[in-house]
Nanobody
């Protein structure tokens, strides 16, 4: 069992920045990857960024080079730095974690709202 708690969402101006945080707790010894996904009303959930245990990263098309994912293993925390925000970035952002114990298991946080508006 893994628990994920997101924070850092809120209101930002177009062109502004936000940093999201996700703290993992529970059975995280076999943590394989953590990432951020987002979902706006009426749209599919999509990948924003993902970081693998070995340090490799993957970014969704929506990041457009504006976002950076990082982690602090000592704090069991993953971050998403979002710069040059656009109104279309408005969505609920969800933290995801994958644990591998023979097979893989996926866990989700409750989400944090990001709103980009002038």
């Amino acid at each position: 069992q893994v628990q994920l708690v997101e924070s850092g969402g809120g209101l930002a101006q177009p062109g502004g920045s936000l940093r999201l945080s996700c703290v993992a707790s529970g059975s995280i010894v076999r943590l394989h990857a953590m990432g951020w996904y987002r979902q706006a009303p009426g749209k599919q959930r999509e990948l924003v960024a993902r970081i693998i245990k070995d340090g490799r990263t993957n970014y969704g098309n929506s990041s457009e080079g504006r976002f950076t994912i990082s982690r602090d293993d000592a704090k069991n925390t993953v971050y998403l730095q979002m710069n040059s925000l656009k109104p279309e970035d408005t969505a609920v952002y969800y933290c995801n974690a994958v644990i591998i114990v023979g097979s893989s298991y996926s866990y989700w946080g409750q989400g944090t709202q990001v709103t980009v508006s002038s």
